[in-house]
């Protein structure tokens, strides 16, 4: 474990976080503004799991994401600009508008796909590190998945063959207390920590919203992964202070009190590492504003490129079911 | 693949030797199921061998998780064959098979490539009852986004398996469990038949039959008997596969006979005969001089006992009163206009 990360990579982290929060909120208003088709689900609150467990990833890595998949695909490396097309349908995106928020897949950035279906990004991984494990690539696939998906059967199997097969795979579950409008403690049997123990399965909860805790535990997982261990568990406990979706207001009841909701913003991730940096001497307090108007800057033009670009042609919508089209 | 001695060879033995050959030609290509190793089907028998453990995976009971392991082996290079064993376990696997595979071409708008072979039983094997006896493949022509292969042949089997196996699409590959034991003419050496071009397995020209997987066994049995019957000169097409349809040969056929048989062993309703005579009609109403045919399976669970069994599935006798009661239609006559024979 590299415990003495250089600071332009703290820097280059904290960055991260702080473009996936202004990306989400940015969302939040085109939503607002009737400018994203579908559903749209937040990762505000979250982004320590996401840039600290990408942070132990090569370029040639993968993961698979899940219906909260935003800030994973940018702690991977996508780029603002090609997803804010893909949320908003256009051409200039990922998918180039087939895809949408839940279905965004990148290859050139290992991203096998942000998922609409619970824990079916799980599997998928599995199959990534069966690449990695039958080329001897060396590289390492990251399943991320909600606490939801921990009830998912998939789940089992998926931890029992990635174990008997050794395969370089890290479950990454992120666990923020919720699925969808119902409180996971009521659904879930046990701590979803504990379900990797019967595999075999290295296991940790770690505090999601500490990116130095989730840098060395997935870290660690990663380095095991890569020397022919197999694969780890990974509970990241965390919060989305945004809700499951953008508008729920509309049709839910209040499901959470505002003091838990506040309580959790006390802990926020990218307030919690900048006081790190800044009490280490890493950056000086004006830091943090200077790399908030940096991201804000390079979303407005990833934004302005997006608007810029075409929607789909309707002509266009049978073609691409399969590679030459269907016979 | 036209040869001066033509090897016989078992249909299940031409799926075993594609499955070598393209193993053999390709290091991308893993075979993955329940005991592959020893093969319960024979199918991927003897490639522990010669390919290995990394490449010939026994899996754990795992349908769902095997099915989405081969999205992400193919999404990242390789080219996995999964042994789903029975039709009916694909249900297990149906978020993976349905939602993932099927759909990542399209949702990536045309970023990814999923070369992935799903094998699995059509029909019922003897007794093997309701929950080992499905036929889902129009299930699976409803998808959207995955091939589906039903061979009748053990030469069909080889060269379409080879075909699908190097298909950067999806493709469920049905072996009718009729056919496992059965023999026919097939080259030794390697070779591919294109997915989504029929096979006229009999020409004829007063009656079209199109038949499915082990189907075409029982029309051509039918079709040799009504032609010794009373000179009904019967043309038995065998699609080879249901999606992409071959079907401008069946309008061809049609457009010279008037007269179609639709026959399959899955189930009727929503079928992939009803299906066919769907297009057909669409496509070809005035070339029709009577209301097709659809001999199909009840929608009836498989069930257990022989003669049970045996009531429900297609054989030459239900083919054939179907071709004579198509021979015997009188040209419609709902459409005098149109009455120009």
């Known amino acids: 474990m590299d415990l003495n990360r250089a600071p332009t990579d703290d820097l280059a982290a904290l960055r991260r976080m702080l473009l996936v929060r202004a990306f989400e909120e940015r969302l939040a208003e085109l939503s607002k503004q009737q400018l994203l088709p579908g559903f749209v689900h937040l990762s505000i609150g979250q982004e320590a799991v996401a840039v600290g467990a990408c942070g132990s990833l090569a370029a040639s890595d993968r993961i698979t994401s899940t219906h909260r998949g935003h800030g994973h695909a940018l702690a991977k490396g996508c780029e603002p600009g090609p997803m804010f097309a893909e949320l908003m349908g256009r051409e200039g995106g990922y998918c180039r508008g087939r895809g949408g928020s839940m279905h965004l897949l990148s290859l050139e950035h290992g991203v096998l796909g942000t998922n609409g279906i619970v824990g079916g990004g799980i599997p998928i991984a599995v199959g990534s590190a069966l690449t990695s494990a039958v080329m001897g690539d060396g590289g390492v696939t990251i399943a991320f998945f909600g606490d939801g998906a921990a009830n998912e059967g998939v789940l089992s199997e998926s931890l029992n063959m990635a174990a008997i097969w050794r395969l370089p795979v890290v479950f990454v579950c992120e666990n923020n207390g919720f699925a969808e409008w119902s409180a996971t403690d009521e659904l879930t049997a046990g701590r979803i920590v504990d379900r990797g123990t019967p595999f075999g399965v290295p296991s940790t909860r770690v505090d999601g919203n500490d990116l130095r805790a989730v840098q060395d535990v997935v870290g660690g997982a990663c380095e095991r992964a890569r020397g022919g261990d197999g694969p780890s568990l990974v509970e990241a406990v965390t919060y989305r202070t945004h809700g499951h979706l953008i508008g729920e207001e509309a049709f839910t009841s209040p499901y959470r009190t505002d003091d838990e909701v506040a309580a959790w913003r006390e802990r926020d991730p990218i307030a919690l590492f900048a006081a790190q940096l800044v009490a280490a001497g890493q950056m000086g307090d004006a830091t943090l504003g200077e790399l908030r108007a940096e991201v804000e800057a390079e979303l407005d033009s990833a934004l302005a490129w997006a608007q810029a670009s075409p929607l789909p042609d309707p002509d266009e919508a049978e073609l691409g079911v399969l590679v030459e089209g269907v016979a | ?341």
């Open chain 2, 1 to 341: 693949m036209t040869r001066q001695k033509p090897r016989m060879q078992y249909f299940t033995r031409a799926l075993n030797e594609a499955l070598r050959d393209v193993m053999r030609a390709d290091e991308r290509v893993i075979v993955m199921g329940e005991d592959v190793d020893r093969s319960v089907s024979g199918a991927t028998r003897g490639l522990i061998e010669e390919f290995g453990a990394a490449r010939l995976r026994n899996t754990p009971i795992s349908e769902a998780t095997m099915a989405g392991a081969a999205v992400g082996a193919a999404m990242t290079g390789l080219r996995p064959v999964v042994d789903l064993m029975y039709g009916s376990f694909l249900y297990l696997a149906m978020d993976q098979v349905l939602n993932q595979a099927a759909r990542w071409r399209y949702m990536s708008g045309g970023r990814a490539e999923l070369p992935i072979v799903y094998m699995a039983q059509l029909g019922p094997s003897s007794s093997a009852a309701a929950q080992h006896s499905e036929a889902p493949h129009a299930m699976m022509m409803h998808g959207a986004g995955i091939k589906v292969v039903v061979p009748s042949t053990p030469a069909d089997a080889k060269g379409l398996m080879t075909a699908a196996v190097r298909d950067p699409n999806p493709v469920v590959f049905f072996r009718d469990a009729a056919l496992g034991g059965t023999r026919g003419p097939v080259p030794e050496e390697s070779f591919e038949i294109p997915l989504g071009v029929a096979d006229v397995k009999r020409a004829g020209d007063d009656v079209t039959v199109v038949a499915i997987a082990s189907t075409v066994q029982a029309a051509l049995a039918a079709a040799e008997q009504a032609a010794q019957d009373g000179g009904c000169s019967v043309e038995v097409i065998d699609p080879r596969t249901l999606v992409p349809l071959d079907l401008d040969a069946i309008l061809a056929s049609v457009a010279r006979t008037g007269r179609l048989v639709v026959c399959d062993n899955g189930r009727r309703t929503a079928g992939a005969a009803a299906e066919i005579v769907s297009r057909v009609v669409e496509a070809a109403w005035d070339a029709l001089r009577c209301a097709p045919a659809i001999v199909a399976c009840p929608d009836v669970p498989m069930p257990f006992s022989p003669p049970l069994e045996r009531a429900l599935l297609v054989d030459a006798e239900r083919v054939g009163a179907a071709i004579r009661q198509v021979a015997a239609a009188p040209t419609a006559s709902v459409r005098p206009a149109e009455a120009r024979r």
